[in-house]
């Protein structure tokens, strides 16, 4: 029997391990199939649908809400939604927020009748960060549920580690689940055949490491967690940003688990990006351009423990133009 389902690809990884460089490589690389892209982020204000390079897909963003609790009731909606236009893509790809648990994600597709009976989940794609897991998955429950319910895992910025700490890496991978295909990248740069259209997904598995899987329960999240997003209306003087911003990733990159940012900078066309992961920062500007009716609006995300989201915008906005 032919399978008619929409297949869906859940990318899932702890706050900057790469998961929309992975996300753009599958919308710019050529394969012959359009995708449809469901993006959620945790905060108010949205940046990685403007970091997704392929605007000609369907992006669909959910915002200040973890996809696996307050907005999985929008997840249903979309894919619902998206399978009235069945024909106009190929299948469905969703990246959820750094600090999802993939459990109940995946669980939508099991729970919800309609979605079971339209689309398949094909495979749970995490991406780890190999500089930075160790630490998240002492402190983090939701990095070590990525890892135990992923089919295939891209153990990514191994250029950032040594040998020894790599292999330490891939020790305590498979100590969690070592049932999972692992690639090792850089720049999540992998064969997308590898990961897409793989038929991964094995529900017994699953219910192997909770048996509670197709039960509905709530989610919780570390709460010592938050998110702040800044934006400014005006653009900003880099001489008094570049500084700002390195200044506090020095200061408070330990507790500053995540930075997203698009920034507007005077008498520059193009967008600069910024992002950093703890104390690696790094910034660009973004082949896009403003275009002529865009807002000039520079935004700012911030995910880490500690923050004083007063102190943070004061300096943000100081750095107008």
């Not at 790469?18 to 690389?29: A, H, M, P, Q």
């Not at 055949?193 to 899987?213: N, S």
Request: with cysteine; hydrophobic share 45%; charged share 25%.
């Amino acid at each position: 029997m032919i399978d008619t389902k929409i297949p869906v690809t859940v990318l899932t990884g702890y706050l900057g391990a790469g998961k929309t460089t992975l996300l753009n490589r599958i919308l710019s690389e050529e394969q012959g199939k359009r995708y449809a892209v469901i993006v959620n982020e945790f905060g108010e204000i949205g940046i990685d649908n403007d970091l997704i390079v392929n605007a000609d897909e369907e992006v669909f963003e959910m915002n200040n809400g973890c996809i696996c609790c307050t907005v999985r009731g929008d997840l249903i909606r979309i894919i619902e939604g998206l399978m009235k236009r069945k024909g106009t893509f190929d299948a469905i790809v969703i990246e959820t927020t750094g600090l999802a648990d993939p459990a109940p994600v995946a669980q939508t597709f099991f729970v919800d009748d309609d979605v079971q009976r339209r689309a398949r989940l094909d495979a749970i794609v995490t991406v780890v960060d190999a500089k930075h897991v160790l630490a998240r998955l002492d402190d983090s429950h939701e990095a070590m549920e990525q890892i135990a319910f992923a089919d295939i895992i891209l153990l990514n910025k191994t250029d950032l580690v040594t040998p020894q700490e790599l292999e330490h890496v891939r020790q305590r991978i498979a100590v969690i689940n070592n049932q999972a295909v692992v690639h090792e990248t850089v720049n999540s740069a992998v064969p997308l055949d590898r990961i897409l259209d793989q038929g991964a997904f094995d529900l017994d598995r699953i219910l192997e490491i909770e048996p509670a899987f197709l039960d509905e329960e709530d989610h919780e999240h570390d709460d010592t967690i938050t998110s702040i997003s800044i934006a400014c209306p005006t653009p900003l003087d880099p001489r008094k940003f570049m500084p700002w911003l390195q200044d506090i990733t020095a200061r408070q990159g330990q507790d500053i688990l995540r930075t997203k940012g698009i920034i507007a900078f005077p008498d520059e066309p193009k967008r600069y990006v910024v992002q950093a992961v703890h104390m690696l920062l790094s910034g660009d500007l973004q082949e896009r351009e403003w275009g002529v009716d865009d807002p000039r609006i520079s935004r700012l995300v911030l995910i880490g423990r500690n923050l004083d989201p007063a102190a943070l915008e004061s300096g943000f906005m100081a750095c107008a133009a």
